[in-house]
């Protein structure tokens, strides 16, 4: 591992409600399994949710076709209603940490820091950086080949929400 500093890809949308809920939609299970999934026809199903500083979670998310993929969350800073922050992985359904089948070299330690921001009433701008924490030069490379397409699974992610929170 080495102390590079890597220069994160950074999703910005803005959501039609408080500030409070869009935090809440990222830190309570009943909000979680109605939209962090990246697609309509996903299942999420979170199997053990301790979301507080030091706290993990270990959730499944189920695709249309019945594939399985697993994630394991270690929560680093939970400071309701203003930031976020929290390591996730591919994991198995034991919450035993897994490199990712689809890219070997894929980071192992990939760091979310997520700054939740009111512009109104019932306006708030999110910002959601994500980099890889101590990568290998293997796993910088990876990371970095791929930038052009980051904005595909948290985006499509940060869809679901808008939908969800748009359905109250």
Known sequence: MNDTTVEPSVIVREFDAPRE?????????????NWMFPMQGCQCNFVSADIRDGGTS?????????????LFTKYE???FPEKLVFLQYMSNEAGDILPNPHMPDWPRDMLASLYFE????????????????NPTVAELA????????????????MDQLEAYLAAG
Request: aromatic share 12%.
């Open 77 to 79: 800073e939970v400071d």
């Open 21 to 33: 809920l869009v935090f809440e939609a990222w830190t309570q299970v009943e909000h979680l399994n």
């Open 58 to 70: 270990l959730h499944t998310i189920t695709m249309p076709n019945g594939h399985q993929m697993w």
């Open 142 to 157: 990876v990371f970095e080949a791929s930038r052009a397409d980051h904005h595909k699974g948290w985006g499509a992610g």
């Open 118 to 133: 009111s512009l109104a009433e019932n306006r708030t701008k999110l910002t959601f950086n994500w980099q890889p924490r």
